[in-house]
């Protein structure tokens, strides 16, 4: 079976979009700024970013992800059929690998507050998610 390729492409530029308004969503309401702040004043954060144009950089990898989620639900589908359980799948185990093992140990190790890295382990989890339900929205063959 042939997969569509430029429906894969349209549905992880959709999931990117998704993704990206997750991150900041969760970036501003559920880490908030404040705690950057905080982490920042007490020396944990650079004030600066080590890389220019970081945000810029961060959505382009954000759109990479979901771009890669959008591939892994369409050659997934062919053993588990279509549809929003075989995304939510995908997008789960995705967003696992993505988000929990990294931010897991940050968790661990981090010497400021947990709620820095539980926020990043959701904006990646979830954002995994919705990228890869918007992904399987998007795919026809």
């Known amino acids: 079976m ?4 430029g429906r894969i492409w349209l549905g992880g530029l959709a999931g ?3 993704w ?3 991150s900041f969503l969760v970036g501003h309401f559920v880490i908030t700024d404040a705690r950057y702040l905080a ?3 007490a020396g944990l954060f650079l004030k600066a970013p080590r890389y220019p144009f970081f945000v810029v950089q961060w959505i382009a990898l954000l759109f990479i992800l979901a771009i890669a989620v959008a591939h892994l639900y369409a050659w997934s589908r062919q053993g588990l059929g279509p549809g929003p359980g075989t995304a939510l ?3 789960f185990l995705a967003g696992f690998f993505a988000g929990f093992p990294e931010n897991f140990a940050q968790a ?7 709620g820095l ?7 990646m989890w979830f954002g ?4 890869a339900l918007v992904a399987g929205w998007v795919y026809k063959d």
């Open 2 to 5: 042939s997969l569509n390729r």
């Open 16 to 18: 990117g979009v998704v």
């Open 20 to 22: 990206t308004i997750w």
């Open 39 to 41: 982490a920042q004043n």
């Open 89 to 91: 799948r995908v997008g």
């Open 108 to 114: 661990t190790w981090f010497a400021g507050d947990r």
């Open 117 to 123: 890295p539980f926020g990043w382990m959701l904006d």
């Open 128 to 131: 995994a998610i919705l990228a």
